[in-house]
T-cell receptor, first 118, second 115 residues
Framework: AQSVTQLGSHVSVSEGALVLLRCNYS??????LFWYVQYPNQGLQLLLK??????LVKGINGFEAEFKKSETSFHLTKPSAHMSDAAEYFC????????????????FGQGTILTVHP | NAGVTQTPKFQVLKTGQSMTLQCAQD?????MSWYRQDPGMGLRLIHY???????DQGEVPNGYNVSRSTTEDFPLRLLSAAPSQTSVYFC??????????????FGPGTRLLVL
């Protein structure tokens, strides 16, 4: 079974400061990894994903994440926080399936609420 | 394209009542899913469908039924609502071939309160 742990349910940063949201996963097979963002009273929107290839993945709104297999981590970073980044962020893992049986079923972490102070 | 749409946006039910949460997508996606979101627990998969006429259970299926008669629609039915089903429900869709790397597109959610 696969699982996702997000360290810190709440993270607070100042505008212009580094954003670091932590995600660790467990999976018996090489995983696909995702970060989604949820703005208040909205659905989830994909920020970025890692499937294969380069382990440093760039996403929308200046976010990036690095897949580190040895550490089973996929931490999300942004060099300089903006007020508009305030939202809840979810890390998710999908089981890789050569036979096409995973159907993109996602296992989510519990979420991290990011607050950005002026 | 409207993407993934959900109705209603908000619903209050009494214990024991039934209702159907509607979900539709206009992207011709094969795969559709229902998740529930509860504070501190992230999103959990309720049911999913890999095409018209084909559905299967996810992580937390008890108390919910689904069917998929068309590619576009994937309704979620609560036959006898319980307070434990108070949650925010999200519908999602994605394209094939189902090997796990697909992006899922989420609807805006339905907030359900069961009294």
């Amino acid at each position: 079974a696969q699982s996702v742990t997000q360290l810190g349910s709440h993270v607070s940063v100042s505008e212009g400061a580094l954003v670091l949201l932590r995600c660790n996963y467990s999976s018996s097979v090489p995983p696909y990894l995702f970060w989604y963002v949820q703005y208040p009273n909205q659905g989830l929107q994909l920020l970025l994903k890692y499937t294969t290839g380069a382990t440093l993945v760039k996403g929308i709104n200046g976010f990036e994440a690095e897949f580190k297999k040895s550490e089973t981590s996929f931490h999300l970073t942004k060099p300089s926080a903006h007020m508009s980044d305030a939202a809840e962020y979810f890390c998710a893992v999908s089981k890789q399936s050569a036979g096409g049986t995973s159907y993109g079923k996602l296992t989510f972490g519990q979420g991290t609420i990011l607050t950005v102070h002026p | 394209n409207a993407g993934v749409t959900q109705t209603p946006k908000f619903q209050v039910l009494k214990t024991g009542q039934s209702m159907t949460l509607q979900c539709a997508q206009d992207m011709n996606h094969e795969y559709m899913s229902w998740y529930r979101q509860d504070p501190g627990m992230g999103l959990r998969l309720i049911h999913y469908s890999v095409g018209a006429g084909i559905t299967d259970q996810g992580e937390v299926p008890n108390g919910y039924n689904v069917s998929r008669s068309t590619t576009e629609d994937f309704p979620l039915r609560l036959l006898s609502a319980a307070p434990s089903q108070t949650s925010v429900y999200f519908c999602a869709s994605s394209t094939g071939p189902g090997r796990g790397q697909e992006t899922q597109y989420f609807g805006p959610g339905t907030r359900l309160l069961v009294l």
